[in-house]
């Protein structure tokens, strides 16, 4: 049973920046998608960005694109998300999870939730104006 940990949270001001981990017990994360998703309260929850088994292709959403960056370190077994030019709006719970779906990976595969069958518990990121 795979199991993710997320950590890295906090309270930072507008313009900041945070590193989000997700550490993976009983599967390699190397062999899957690994995505972020975020909800705030209130609102559902929308997808941030993913890398994807093999070459490590990337996904993002419009709103993050050029501020967050995604990438994975096989040898610890996690998947981080850089977060820079924090701005309030970025304020959520975020989530990990992880897809095995293989084959032809697009934009709208990534994006879905309804690909992903493992998620962790969530971590609180609070960004100030």
């Known amino acids: 049973q795979v199991q993710l940990v997320e950590s890295g949270g906090g309270l930072v001001q507008a313009g900041g920046s945070l590193r989000l981990s997700c550490a993976a017990s009983g599967r390699s994360l190397s062999s899957y998608g690994v995505a972020w998703f975020r909800q705030a309260p209130g609102k559902e929850r929308t997808f941030v960005a993913a890398i994807w088994s093999g070459a490590g292709k990337t996904f993002y959403a419009d709103s993050v694109k050029d501020r967050f960056t995604i990438s994975r370190d096989n040898a610890k077994n996690t998947v981080f998300l850089q977060m820079n030019s924090l701005k309030p709006e970025d304020t959520a719970v975020y989530y990990c999870?992880?897809?095995?779906?293989?084959?032809?990976?697009?934009?709208?595969?990534?994006?879905?939730?309804?690909?992903?069958?493992?998620w962790g518990q969530g971590t609180q990121v609070t960004v100030s104006s």
């Open positions: 999870a992880l897809s095995g779906v293989v084959g032809l990976i697009t934009d709208a595969v990534a994006r879905s939730a309804n690909n992903y069958g493992n």
